[in-house]
């Protein structure tokens, strides 16, 4: 694979943002909307690291849908049930900012936070398969 490295630190740097996001509110300090943040971060990285290890070019964004959709474009099914994932672009601008939405909840983080740990481990998976 050409872009192996590059790819690979992409994929560590979702790997932190996902470490960052199962750390969990130790104190009501921490917003569930900044750790749900990081699992949106996570499952960013890793759809981009998929895409450099593919040599698929794609744009800065921060939408999980469009880089699911440049992946399928490009051949790469993505299973069906890390399609949630697409739910996680909310937390790239949203709710990073004081706002108009509804707190997130205790339930919606762990939801958060499963869906990217299911999309960081397929694409690490996906990525090693390949030589």
């Not at 590059?6 to 750390?23: D, F, T, V």
């Not at 990081?38 to 890793?46: D, H, I, L, N």
């Not at 960081?120 to 996906?126: F, I, Y």
Request: glycine residues 4%.
């Amino acid at each position: 694979m050409k872009n192996r490295k590059q790819a690979l630190a992409w994929l560590k740097r979702a790997e932190s943002n996902l470490a960052q996001a199962r750390l969990g509110q130790g104190t009501s300090e921490i917003f569930l909307e900044d750790l749900c943040f990081c699992a949106q971060q996570a499952s960013e990285k890793a759809l981009k690291a998929l895409c450099i290890s593919r040599e698929i070019a794609f744009s800065r964004t921060h939408d999980i849908g469009f880089l699911i959709d440049l992946l399928e474009e490009k051949g790469l099914t993505v299973p069906p049930e890390l399609t949630k994932a697409r739910d996680l672009t909310q937390y790239a601008v949203e709710t990073r900012y004081p706002g108009a939405y509804e707190p997130v909840t205790k339930r919606e983080y762990l939801n958060t936070l499963k869906v990217a740990q299911s999309l960081v481990s397929w694409v690490k998976e996906t990525i090693e398969e390949k030589p």
